[in-house]
Structure formats: C-alpha cells, structure tokens
C-alpha cells in the first residue's frame, strides 16, 4: 500500500506538512492564467482537498488533462492557502493518474436530483450527499454498538433464514432450492419436506422471537442485523431491505423499555451531533434547515409519554382534518402519527398501550383485556422509528392469543416453552436503522439513505 494520509488529517492539520501524499478522486478542476485548480475529495470527509498546479511546474500537463472523476495520488506538500475559507491546500511534487474519467462521467459538477442518482447507484456514492449518509451510518452503527456494550448487553446474532412465519405472514421472501419449473406436490399442495430445509422458509423479519430466547438466558442482548420484508409499501418510510436494531431485555417491564428506547436514541442523537459535526452542519444548510437545533432540542428536553387512548382522544379534538377518520381502535396513519408528534407534542413521543387487535400476538395483555403492553416511539418527520413491547410471559395467556389471532401454538412450541420453563416478565424494541439515519439527517426519502436500497421493483447493484 502507498503510503498517505487522509484528506480529513490533512485539512486537520495545526502546521503545514513538507512531505504529504493523499490519493482520491477529481471532484472538480478549475484553470486560471496561472495555474490549474483540482478539488480531490477521499471520503474520509465532507470537504475537499485543493491541489494547485502552476504553470511551469513540472505536472502541470498532466494536470491540464485530468478530468472530473479521475483517481490520483499526489505527493507534494500541504501549505497554508491564500484563498478564503480553506486553510490549507496542496503543492504537488508528483501526480500519479490511475485510471482518468472521460466526459461521460455522470457526476459533473452540476447538482442532480436524487431521483437520477438511485440510478447510479454505483457511483452515488462520490456524492456529497452519499459521502455524508455513509459517514454518519458509520457513527451511528458505533454509537449503537457503544451504547449496548456499556450497558451489558450482549451482541447477538440470529438467524436470516427462519421456518417460522412469526408475525410476517404474507409479508416473507420465499427461501427455496426447489425447481420451480417442478415442484414436488402431494395432496395438491407443495411437498416442502423436499425443501432445502426441509420446511417452507424464508428471510426473516424480525429476529426478535430468538432475541427473547437469548434473553431468556443472557439477561440483556441485542441484535443488529438485516431484515426482510416483502410488503408492498412503495413510501418514502419503507425499504424490502433494511437493519434493524432489536435489544431486549429479561426482568424487564415496559416501563423499563420505553426508559431504555429513550436513553439510547438520545444518546445516539448526541453522538451524532459531537463526531459528525461538518455533516451535520451539510445537512442543516442543504438538506433541512434547522436540523440540528431540531436534534439539540431533543437531546436536551424528555419524550413525552402517551397512551393510545389519549393520543385518539387529542386527535379526535384537533381542528385538522384526516383522510382516515380517527376512531378507538384504528392503527395510527402516518398523518396522525405526524400530526401527534409535529403539531401537537412537537417533539418525540412514546404511545403505549395500544388495542390487542392491531398488535402483535406477543406482546403482553393488559388487566384491561383489550390493550397490550406495547410502545412505539414516534418522532417529528418520519413517525415511527421504534417499534416494541414488553412480552406475554403467561402461558396460558399467550396460547388464547395465538388461537384468538388465529396461529396454530403448535408452530410456536419452543416460543412457548420459554413460558413454561422459567419464566419472567421481559421486553424489547426493534429500531429501524434507516428511519433513525433519515431523521437525524433529514432526508426525505429511505431510499437515499442506505446506498443499495431494495424496494418493490428493485435489487439493482
Ligand atoms: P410501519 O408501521 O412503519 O410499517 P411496523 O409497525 O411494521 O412499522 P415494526 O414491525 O414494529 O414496524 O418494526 C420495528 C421498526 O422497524 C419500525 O419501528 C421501523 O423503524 C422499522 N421498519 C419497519 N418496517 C420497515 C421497512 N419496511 N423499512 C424500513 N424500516 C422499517
Ligand atoms: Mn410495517
């Protein structure tokens, strides 16, 4: 490996540097009388490097011929610029051109919109935008993994391929060796005993069900992980493949869980807001002006938390008009979810306590008989980003549930067995990474925040 340093060191600098080498990619190329003007930008942060060429050096040919895109390595030396609003540039001794771009090179100077740059997805990430969304998904991955690790929790990996439908039926991605040209029938249905696994399977949505077995054992785990969800949602909120954060935690009621999602988005948000500073501040002027106010704020006050009764009932009273009509026991739309948390509580909110019967099968009744120990945490913009609950942990109670929402216990023996033997009260969350990345950034649309976004239509690159 050639040795250099990074742009970021480089520009971080307290002196000037003699002997410097750098390597990156042509973001742009300015000529003068005197000298030739290259931007060259390595991804290791959002600024460019400015590399100076004057006429009479002795790269300066080579210079002339560079175009927007090339890849080079340049040795020379770092010294204070005369220019306004950069505090170093770069004098080159030698400028080696791997591979140069031609005119075809898509990323010209001029600003495309995301919607032309999901199509080049392949070379997206030389954008500025991108460049920043992979730095900050960087942090938050370390944030995440930071937070857990100081608090005792477990890493833990579960499985991506899974034979239980758990609460994603109809929502999976078949898992299958068959030919499908001849599959094997008996009884006129699929033989699926002649399956790879023996079984149907299918990419996971969820890893919670082992993450509470783990639990079950370790006390305090959590995963962080792909997961998979073939529902036909083409929003701005939702993505086939994404990573999904799922803590859970034994001994454990929903209090402790909602207190738990609190402490760890704020302490994500306030990582964020001290490692990517020079993002953060791109995001706020390009992207969405007062982002980081926004996210100041919300380090600095509590969520507010609020039953499913409550929320209905302020909406039910709100002058703002709903395409869905609000009644007790409808799933929050996202226009409520918006209006509860943009225009009402104007800041982040937990809902708990919601109807059993739009919720998951596990999650744990209330004495009422009709709500379930569940949370979600809502924020201003993207609505919800953390979905959880504390679990059913009584037998019998689970099994009514299973027959009531029509899944047969039998599928479920050794999730059920984990309430037959030992026992505990427990809960977790799930947290979408690319719904926490889209509002700390503010982007609009999910897709442009994972640099390979897999939506209904779409597995390219
Ligand atoms: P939604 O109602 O928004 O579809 P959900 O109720 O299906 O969410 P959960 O099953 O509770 O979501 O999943 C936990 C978290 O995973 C959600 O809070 C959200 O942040 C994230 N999530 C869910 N579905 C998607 C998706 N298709 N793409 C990206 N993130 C998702
Ligand atoms: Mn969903």
Redo the contacts with the bound molecule.
Sequence with gaps: MMKRIRIAECLQSEVPINECSIAGWVRTKRESKENIFIEINDGSCLANLQVVVGVGDSYFETAQRLHTGASVYIHGSLVASPAQGQKWELKPVVITVFGDADQSYPLQKKRHSFEFLREIAHLRPRTNTMGAIMRIRNQVSYAIHTFFQHKGFLYVHTPIITTSDC?GAGEMFQVTTLDLRNLPVVNGSIDYTQDFFGAKAALT??GQLEGELLAMASGYIYTFGP?F?A?N?NTT????E?W?V?PEMAFATLQDDCSLAEEFLRFVFTWVLEKCKEDMQFFDERIKPGIIKNLELIVSSSFEIVTYTEAIEKLKQSRDSFEFPVHWGM?LQ?EHERWLTEKYFKKPIIVIHYPKAIK?FYMKLNDDNNTVRAM??LVPGV??????SEREDRYDVLIARMKEMELNPDDYWWYLDIRKFGSAPHAG????????IQFITGMQN?RDVIPFPRTPGNARF
């Design positions: 609460e949505v969820s997961t969800r529902e949602s909120r939702h993505l086939s994404f999904m799922e799933d996202t998951a979600d945490v609505g919800e980003i953390i979905g959880g969350f799930g947290l979408g990474f690319e719904r926490a999910i």
